[in-house]
């Protein structure tokens, strides 16, 4: 069964502490990954998209990279303001849907 | 603003009744979907659609009913609200059907008492 997991399900990190959110995927073929965050009582915000593995994208702070296992999205630095829910979703190939981890909540204390 | 927009934000009612949310996009896109977001945050997708098309219907109860007026629109009507139905429903479009960015609206919290 097609499986996307999320780990760890909440951190709370310092400002300025660097870390990774994981998200891994068992599925019958990837077509592609995209991580979105969630802030409270918002949708989802599209961050990036990830096709093959070995692929990188950057956007400020983050830094997203995919295997064919798992994906991660690497914090530099953070500051209060990134704190939100960060969600990955994968489209399967054949599926004509996005199917989602359940998230992990991060927090950045200042 | 260039945006999915959906009303209303919040909705509370009770059990038995019948409800609609309203969901427009301005992006030009071709796809629009409903989402379910329960209380441990895991997103779940519900209905799509393409050019008015009903594309994927994720074995949604029946008293679930999308409608697409137009490729600007897609409204949810539900019947005979229950407990379980409480959850953020979001609607998304994206500019073809999966595989590129999906953009969402800010949700409609609808509890059912």
């Known amino acids: 069964e097609d499986q996307v997991t999320q780990s760890p399900e909440a951190l709370r990190l310092q400002e300025g502490e660097s870390s990774s959110l994981n998200c891994s995927y068992t599925v019958s073929g990837l077509r592609g990954l995209f991580w979105y965050r969630q802030d409270p009582g918002k949708g989802p915000e599209f961050l990036f998209t990830?096709?093959?593995a070995g692929e990188e994208k950057e956007k400020e702070r983050l830094k997203a990279t995919l295997t064919k296992k798992e994906s991660f999205l690497h914090i530099t630095a953070p500051k209060p303001e990134d704190s939100a829910t960060y969600l990955c979703?994968?489209?399967?190939?054949?599926?004509?849907?996005?199917?989602f981890g359940q998230g992990t909540r991060l927090t950045i204390n200042p | 603003d260039t945006a999915v927009s959906q009303t209303p934000k919040y909705l509370v009612t009770q059990m038995g009744n019948d409800k609609s949310i309203k969901c427009e996009q301005n992006?030009?896109?071709?796809?629009m979907y409903w989402y379910k977001q329960d209380s441990k945050k895991f997103l779940k997708i519900m209905f799509s659609?393409?050019?008015?098309?009903?594309?994927i219907n994720e074995t949604v109860p029946n008293r679930f009913s999308p409608k697409s007026p137009d490729k600007a629109h897609l409204n949810l009507h539900i019947n005979s609200l229950e407990l379980g139905d409480s959850a953020v429903y979001f609607c998304?479009?994206?500019?073809?059907?999966?595989?590129?960015?999906?953009?969402f609206g800010p949700g409609t919290r609808l509890t059912v008492t």
């Open positions: 659609y393409n050019n008015k098309e009903l594309i």
């Open positions: 990830l096709y093959s």
């Open positions: 998304a479009s994206s500019q073809v059907l999966v595989g590129s960015r999906v953009h």
């Open positions: 979703a994968v489209h399967i190939q054949g599926a004509q849907k996005l199917v």
């Open positions: 992006l030009g896109h071709d796809t």
